[in-house]
């Protein structure tokens, strides 16, 4: 307390001659915070902004307006229905037959291959596909949009620069001219590429699609988060709530945190010297990804699990208790239900960190090359990540923007994802 | 039983002349002064001692809670107060380095014999706590919660009638009937009391331990609460802690003076707010320390 009556300075003054420091103090550092934040923002919004710009087209597809005759003599000469005939039948000549005819002026045997090249590769597979679900349109006259080939994608997407010397460019001039033609007949056009969402993974750029890739993510982390949630919170409970304060309690906590630190290629090796070759479980299955994934997610799980329960305050059991509730009562009944958001928002981003995770998966052979969509849990399967991996590692010019496409995909799981995580921590935050 | 008069073994004669503030370590205490026994009790403890680990918390307590009785305890705080009432329903089990010994008896039987489920216990010892902690649900969840776990209520209609009788008894159904559905936490601080007083009273207990319940409230709310203390002795034993001397002194028939650990002394709350018969109880109730 200041004594009226001393003749030292007076505190107040003392205190205003500090005060000016104080709040320049405040307001560097409120300063350096708010750089830091910045230089985060932009460094974030360059990556956004650089992948979305050079992903974005993947989402549009190039397409040919062909008038196709499904003319009798070249698919069933001989009149003819059965299913192995028709499958095996020339389709690409029909193609072929419709593409001549735009370019009449073309007979050179050469020039005509080139020709050939503008519509997909997979054009008659298309064409076979119609005729095999439905043989009557055999003699009839369809007008069809066929995906062009990558290379004319590209092209049409402006990723051919035309001023390059003729040498060094994918895309001919004979060629560009009979796409400008076709463009100036409305035979040419963008659409909406639904294919890049539905289909596998092709060495065609143009029939390439995460289709497969996101079911192989959707089965491993289905097997990831039937194993590791139910795993991770039972652990958590006990841990938190049963387990007797021990030297082996306190070992398995210093474990559990390692556990979360190891990194996750150890994992991969593991589930490769144990699921694969130990136990024989299929190469590159979602079932072993999930496995694996499990493993890998499991610390998280099992801390943030922790956490929650441990956020709930004592008072809660001693009310439970006060009444007579049993211990395992006052857990189930009060403490699991208020720290539940918690444990699930630990999952979501276990699963998040799960989904993103590409390293282990390589160490149990996922890095296979697969068409076909996985039918279940057993099936060899790609996933997203390392989808991402192998397009990256891919010379043709197609697969450039499906990586970005697919990268804006994974981006977004991963960002609904977290988002889910947050609002289910506002939505259950309290306060005591 | 009764205690042998108490002792202070260290410097009474300067203390008592000098009459100034005083170290509480201080003083030793021999016993209990004053008859810490009624007739019939309800809940008998004898030579109860209570360790934290090495820490020595409770020594050598006996004391008995009667039959309609408000039984408050008051002492400096760190004394033991807390530690003593949650023997009575066995609230410290959940502590693991807790230990406690000497023998406590409801209506006769020693609760912490093997026999005693302390589930059984809690739900004829209820207890009140220092902070109001309603569970976060609805009011009527929060009260219809303990008679539900343990089967009372046989239909829905009964069971909101027990909700409405022990609301009635805490004396806040008439601010909360409209509100039944809202959440508990949602009510002031004292309202938050009085449903952990009728969650409480909805198991039916016999007896009511509460720890310093009013010591999170304004006066108004703390004067309802004292009224329904009052209330509730009628048909409940009632054991209050409290920081408050004068609480003590208004709701409570019989108060015992806690002191680091030992019950110093036990008497009708007249006298020992009138004519304190060990100096520490004095320089307590006095103000000379707390
Ligand atoms: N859970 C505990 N663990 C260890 N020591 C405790 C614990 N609870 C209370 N104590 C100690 O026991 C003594 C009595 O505490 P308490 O009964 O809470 O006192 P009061 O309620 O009278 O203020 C204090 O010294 C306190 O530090
Ligand atoms: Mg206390």
């Given amino acids: 307390m200041n004594n009226p009556a001393s003749t030292g ?29 910045t230089i985060g923002i932009i460094c974030v919004a360059i990556l956004f902004i650089s992948i979305v710009f050079k992903g974005y087209t993947a989402f549009w597809q190039t397409y040919l307006r062909l008038d196709i005759h499904f003319s009798e003599e070249i698919i069933a000469p001989d009149g003819e229905r059965d299913a192995e005939t028709l499958a095996e039948a020339e389709y690409q000549e029909l193609i072929q037959e419709s593409i001549f005819k735009l370019f009449p002026k073309v007979t050179d045997d050469e020039d005509r291959s080139k020709l050939l090249e503008i519509p997909s590769s ?20 369809r007008t069809l949009w066929i995906p062009t080939s990558s290379d004319i994608d590209m092209l049409v997407k402006g990723y051919i620069t035309r001023d390059l010397p003729e040498a060094d460019r994918k895309v001919k001039n004979q060629t560009i001219a009979w796409v400008d033609q076709l463009v100036q007949q409305n035979r040419i056009e963008q659409h909406f590429n639904w294919n ?49 304060v021990n030297i082996w309690t306190d070992i398995i906590e210093v474990n559990i945190n390692n556990l979360a630190a190891v990194p996750s290629v150890v994992f991969g090796l593991l589930g490769l010297g144990m699921f694969i070759n130990f136990f024989g479980m299929p ?117 450039v923007e499906k990586t970005s496409a697919a990268i804006i995909v994974l981006l977004a799981f991963l960002i609904l994802m977290n988002l889910a995580a947050v609002i289910l921590r506002k939505r259950f935050e309290r306060r005591w | 039983m009764n205690a042998s008069a108490g002792e202070l073994t260290a410097e009474p004669e300067d203390f008592l002349a000098t009459k100034k503030t005083v170290e509480l370590s201080s003083y030793k205490v021999n016993g209990t002064v004053g008859d810490v026994t009624v007739t019939n009790p ?3 403890a004898e030579q109860v001692n209570v360790w934290y680990g090495q820490k020595h918390a409770i020594k050598n307590v006996n004391l008995d809670i009667g039959h309609n009785e408000v039984l408050s305890m008051i002492g400096p705080s760190g004394c033991g107060k807390s530690t003593f009432l949650r023997c009575l329903n066995r609230m410290n089990d959940t502590i693991a380095s807790c230990k406690v010994n000497g023998s406590i008896k409801l209506d006769g039987q020693d609760i912490y014999h093997r026999d005693m489920d302390p589930v059984a216990l809690r739900v004829r010892v209820g207890m009140v706590f220092q902070k109001p902690n309603p569970f976060p649900k609805s009011i009527f969840e ?53 449903l952990c007083i009728a969650r409480a009273i909805a198991v039916s207990p016999e007896i009511i331990l509460m720890d310093e319940p009013c010591s999170a409230l304004d006066p108004i709310a703390t004067a309802k ?7 509730l002795r009628e048909n409940y034993s009632i054991a209050i802690v409290t920081h408050s001397m004068q609480q003590a002194a208004r709701v409570s028939q019989r108060t015992a003076y806690f002191h680091l650990g030992d019950l110093v002394e036990v008497g009708d709350t007249s006298q020992i707010f009138t004519s304190p018969k060990h100096q520490l109880t004095e320089d307590y109730i006095t103000g000379r320390f707390g």
Avoid: C
């Fill in chain 2, 42 to 44: 309800r809940m008998r």
């Fill in chain 1, 9 to 37: 300075p007076k505190t107040v003054d003392i205190v205003n001659k500090t005060l000016e420091k104080r709040y320049a103090a405040e307001r560097r550092f409120k300063l350096y915070g708010l750089t830091a934040v």
């Fill in chain 1, 122 to 141: 997979s054009s008659s597979f298309i064409l076979q596909r119609m005729v095999l679900n439905d043989p009557k349109l055999i003699g009839q006259k």
């Fill in chain 2, 142 to 194: 929060n009260v219809a919660y303990g008679p539900r776990i343990h089967g009372l209520a046989t239909d829905k209609a009964s069971l909101a009638e027990l909700v409405e009788s022990s609301l009635k008894k805490a004396g806040l159904w008439d601010e909360v009937k409209d509100y039944l559905h809202q959440p508990g936490t949602g009510l002031s601080g004292g309202q938050q009391q009085r």
């Fill in chain 1, 196 to 244: 890049f969402f539905t289909k596998g993974d092709s060495r065609e750029p143009e029939l390439a699609g995460i289709g497969g890739a996101i079911t192989g993510s959707f089965y491993t982390l289905l097997v990831t988060l039937i194993l590791s949630f139910p795993i991770g919170v039972l652990a958590a409970i006990y841990l938190e709530e049963f387990a007797p």
């Fill in chain 2, 225 to 231: 609460i004292e009224e329904l203390i009052d209330e």
């Fill in chain 1, 283 to 399: 190469r590159s299955a979602p079932v072993v990804g999930g496995l694996v994934l499990a493993l890998v997610t499991l610390p998280t799980i099992i801390i943030a699990s922790r956490a929650a329960l441990k956020s709930i305050p004592p008072s809660i059991r001693e009310a439970a208790l006060g009444v007579g509730a049993s211990k395992m009562q006052a857990i189930l009944h009060h403490v699991i239900p208020l720290a539940l958001p918690g444990m699930l928002t630990g999952a979501i981003i276990g699963m998040a960190r799960a989904l993103g995770e590409t390293a282990p998966l390589l160490m149990i052979g996922m890095v296979a090359f697969i068409v076909d969509i996985p039918q279940g849990i057993f099936d060899p399967s790609a996933v997203l990540p390392v989808q991402i991996f192998l397009w990256a590692d891919s010379p043709e010019r197609g697969f």
